[in-house]
């Protein structure tokens, strides 16, 4: 079985468990679908360039994070997997850093960026407990930066699975939000998980795309 049928099957299998509310269904699926995006890196040879061993890097600490999602009301436990993703936004930071960049694809990404997470912020506002605030707008800030250079790759030639990838990671940051901090329900999951995984395929495809 391929990595991104793999990925697809469990993410099927992590929504029904969502949906039934099994924690057993949540450890058996999540990090199959996470082990499914490492796969499709390594066979997209990210252990043959600087840019694929970043990504690679990346992509384990989100997987990393999605373990310590997974248990419920537990503070310090989401505090880590936040911590998780955001030296995955570094790591994938870091990689597309290697790759040329245009100025006008930084800047639009960046102020449309910058735009996108004010106003999340802004939704959330009074939502998020005091203890969570910089470590939320620390997170975003990171996200923001992460993106604009997704973009900017992209604008100068890149794939344009890393600006999509990016921003489809962005987006499904949102749902996590929303379930965390506004209302715990199983329609963030519904959209934002299987955003969030091919958000991460396409961004493990990229190591075969730019190794030339």
Not at 136 to 164: D, E, H, K
Not at 165 to 174: H, N, P
Not at 177 to 197: E, I, M, S, T
Request: with cysteine.
């Amino acid at each position: 079985m391929r990595p991104i049928a793999l990925c697809v099957i469990a993410v099927i299998g992590l929504l029904l468990a969502e949906r039934r509310g099994s924690r057993v269904g949540l450890w058996l699926t999540k990090p199959v679908a996470s082990v499914a995006f490492i796969w499709l890196g390594l066979e997209s040879g990210a252990l043959d360039t600087s840019y694929g061993q970043l990504v690679l890097a990346g992509l384990a600490l989100c997987m990393l994070g999605d373990v310590l999602l997974i248990p419920h009301n537990q503070p310090g436990i989401f505090r880590g997997g936040l911590f998780a993703f955001l030296l995955g936004h570094v790591a994938y930071s870091a990689a597309f850093l290697t790759r040329p960049l245009a100025p006008v694809g930084l800047v639009a990404g960046g102020v449309a960026l910058a735009a996108f997470i004010y106003l999340v912020l802004r939704w959330l506002g009074r939502s998020v407990p005091a203890g969570m605030v910089l470590p939320v707008r620390a997170y975003m800030l990171v996200i923001g930066v992460m993106s604009a250079l997704a973009c900017a790759v992209t604008a100068a030639g890149g794939p344009w699975q890393a600006a999509v990838g990016a921003l489809a990671f962005t987006a499904s940051d949102v749902s996590v939000a929303r379930d965390r901090f506004v209302r715990h329900d199983f329609a963030n999951r519904a959209w934002g998980l299987p955003l969030y995984y091919g958000a991460q395929l396409l961004i493990a495809t990229t190591p075969a795309l730019v190794s030339g």
